[in-house]
């Protein structure tokens, strides 16, 4: 059964700080890895990952995979209290043509 | 682009009833949509994949005869609860995939919260 783990589950930063977010995966035949943020609705799409080693970022959001040792994570720097979301990490498996979500990292960033 | 749109984004109905959910892809066509359901605090379970024209793939667990899924075109998919029950309540969140882009690229839609009474 496929399995994508996130950690910490819920974090609480000072605006400002910088936050390090965690996804491991354990999915037969891999095709790539994407990072949702979840406000109050539904996710809104971050990045996708399906190289290794390779940084996508946007603004303060980072992301970087590492497929030998089986996950990715998110870094946000000079967190800001719109930061504060549940993120999501999901895998895409070619065998079902599917995501397969992790239960998410609750992130609450405070004055 | 790539918007995605659900409606109702809200519905409270009695038990018993039925329910219908609508999905649409307002700038792209999706070959592929997908439905999800979210319990609170909790990550999103996927319970079908529909593709335009064919009948719904579902997922282990979940009563193909209790959620129908309609693909009718490459705009829309339908979710529609049958005979809802108060354990049927949750947050149903549908995504599409575009059909000129990268597959495993998925918009997800603004979601619709069901209570069943």
């Known amino acids: 059964e496929d399995k994508v783990v996130q950690s910490p589950l819920s974090l609480v930063v000072h605006e400002g700080d910088t936050v390090t977010l965690n996804c491991s995966y354990e999915?037969?035949?891999?095709?790539?890895l994407l990072w949702y943020k979840q406000e109050k609705k539904a996710p809104t799409f971050l990045f996708m990952l399906?190289?290794?080693?390779i940084e996508k970022k946007s603004g303060r959001l980072s992301s970087i995979l590492d497929k030998k040792e089986l996950f990715s994570i998110l870094n946000i720097t000079a967190t800001q209290t719109g930061d504060s979301a549940v993120y999501l990490c999901?895998?895409?498996?070619?065998?079902?043509?599917?995501?397969?979500f992790g239960t998410g990292t609750r992130l609450q960033v405070t004055l | 682009g790539a918007v995605v749109s659900q409606h109702p984004s809200r519905v409270i109905c009695k038990s018993g009833t039925s329910v219908k959910i609508e999905c649409r892809s307002l700038?792209?066509?999706?070959?592929?949509m997908f439905w999800y359901r979210q319990f609170p605090k909790k990550s999103l379970m996927l319970m079908a994949t529909?593709?335009?024209?064919?009948?719904?793939?579902?997922e282990q667990g979940v009563e193909k005869d209790k959620f129908l899924i309609n693909h009718a075109s490459l705009t829309l998919s339908t979710l529609t609860v049958t005979s809802a029950h108060p354990e049927d309540s949750s947050f149903y969140i549908c995504?599409?995939?575009?059909?000129?882009?990268?597959?495993?690229?998925?918009?997800f839609g603004p979601g619709t919260r069901l209570t069943v009474l």
């Open positions: 999901a895998v895409y498996t070619g065998t079902a043509s599917k995501l397969t």
């Open positions: 399906t190289s290794s080693g």
């Open positions: 999915v037969t035949n891999f095709r790539s």
């Open positions: 995504s599409a995939s575009p059909r000129d882009r990268y597959t495993d690229t998925q918009y």
């Open positions: 529909s593709n335009e024209g064919s009948k719904a793939t579902y």
């Open positions: 700038d792209f066509q999706a070959t592929t």
